[in-house]
């Protein structure tokens, strides 16, 4: 297939993009680098011995977008490009609308006048707000907490009314549970601006050095030891999730949410031990106030995906850590 990934310089897409030039498929990638670097592409190179063209430009520049579409054949589209923080989601919410809805309108509508009408989406499992109980199932009532979450749910909304509106859109909505690990080679991994927001990151920082010591957010919450409990996603499960959502299109009605999640929930004291035994590091941690917004427990039921896509999750914690910690050992500062 010719594929467009927005957002394939990042770091869900460009382990699929990996994937996708294994599988012998066309990849070209628009990303503006907003939150990602070139550097990835001879990585990706190396890894697969093909590269994928890339085209540096912003989803929202609609002549820019109409200049891919017109040079480009193009049979589908993967939409990961996005602003993805949830903090700074709430002190730049503008910034967010734009990037993400209005960005994502402004591709589907270059999209719909090139009669390219095949699209799967980053969603995540934040549309599941605070309010139901885990396992998280995709019929479940939706909701958001924070403007990053808002983007997630709203542009669900417009692919189902999308879908709605014409049937020759075949649209998933693939709601990501915690993506952590990296590629086995230790070429390519998740690569955060600043001080990273999300778990993994943060802990493979601490044990590199980089950074003194964990803050866990609570210790109290009614889990089996009392920290946070989330479905953690090897990186290259979730990237062949979308190899099999790709080639499952023309099997979906319309729009789909579908969860990629193990249905396993792990705490992160679990976490930090985990990475403790694989890296041989100490991980120092101090117990800290809950973190505004975050809820005890998540995890997906992921028979939806088993049973629409074919697709399970292979990768256990043992691999998503060990992959994590080959990353973050052998690129101590990322890609620079
Ligand atoms: P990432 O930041 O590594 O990748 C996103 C990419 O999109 C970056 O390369 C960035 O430069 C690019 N981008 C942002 N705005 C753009 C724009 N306007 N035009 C073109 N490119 C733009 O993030 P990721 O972790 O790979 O996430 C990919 C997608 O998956 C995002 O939409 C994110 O919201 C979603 N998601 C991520 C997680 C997670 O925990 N990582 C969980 C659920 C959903
Ligand atoms: C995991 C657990 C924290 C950092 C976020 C987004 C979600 C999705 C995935 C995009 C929680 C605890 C964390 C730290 C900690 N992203 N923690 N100390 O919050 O499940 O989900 O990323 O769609 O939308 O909200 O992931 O990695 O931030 O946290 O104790 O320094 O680790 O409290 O229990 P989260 P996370």
């Not at 977008?65 to 480009?72: A, G, H, I, T």
Request: aromatic letters at 8%; hydrophobic letters at 40%.
């Amino acid at each position: 297939m010719n594929l467009l990934i927005t957002g394939g310089t990042g770091y869900i897409g460009s382990h699929t993009v990996v994937e996708l030039l294994k599988l012998g498929h066309d990849v070209a990638i628009v990303d503006n680098l907003a939150n990602s670097s070139t550097q990835v592409l001879p990585r990706i190179e190396q890894i697969t011995g093909l590269s994928p063209r890339f085209i540096e430009a912003d989803i929202c520049d609609r002549a820019a977008m109409d200049k891919v579409f017109s040079e480009n054949a193009i049979d589908a589209v993967i939409h990961f490009a996005g602003l993805k923080a949830v903090g700074e989601s709430n002190d730049i919410p503008l910034s967010y609308y734009h990037n993400n809805v209005s960005g994502t309108v402004t591709l589907l509508e270059v999209m719909a006048e090139h009669k390219v009408k095949n699209i799967v989406f980053s969603s995540s499992a934040t549309v599941y707000g605070e309010n139901n109980q885990s396992p998280l199932v995709e019929t479940m009532p939706t909701s958001a907490t924070n403007p990053y979450g808002q983007t997630k749910l709203m542009i669900e909304h417009i692919l189902f009314d999308l879908a709605k509106s014409d049937p020759e859109w075949s649209i998933a909505c693939l709601r990501y549970f915690n993506p952590i690990g990296a590629h086995e080679s230790g070429l390519i991994g998740e690569n955060p601006n600043g001080i990273p927001n999300n778990l993994l990151p943060y802990v493979a920082q601490v044990a590199v050095g980089r950074l003194a010591q964990l803050q866990i957010f609570g210790d109290d919450y009614d889990t089996i030891d009392g920290t946070g409990v989330r479905d953690y996603i090897h990186v290259v499960d979730l990237a062949l999730g979308h190899v099999k959502a790709l080639e499952s299109l023309d099997k979906i009605d319309g729009c789909q949410a579908i969860n990629l999640g193990t249905g396993n929930g792990t705490s992160v004291l679990q976490i930090v031990e985990q990475f403790k035994q694989t890296a041989e590091r100490d991980i120092p941690y101090q117990i800290a106030p809950r973190r505004a917004g975050d809820i005890a427990t998540v995890f997906a039921n992921a028979e939806l995906a088993n049973n629409l896509l074919g697709w399970q999750a292979e990768r256990g914690l043992v691999e998503m850590i060990t992959d994590t910690w080959r990353w973050q050992s052998q690129n101590p500062n990322g890609f620079e």
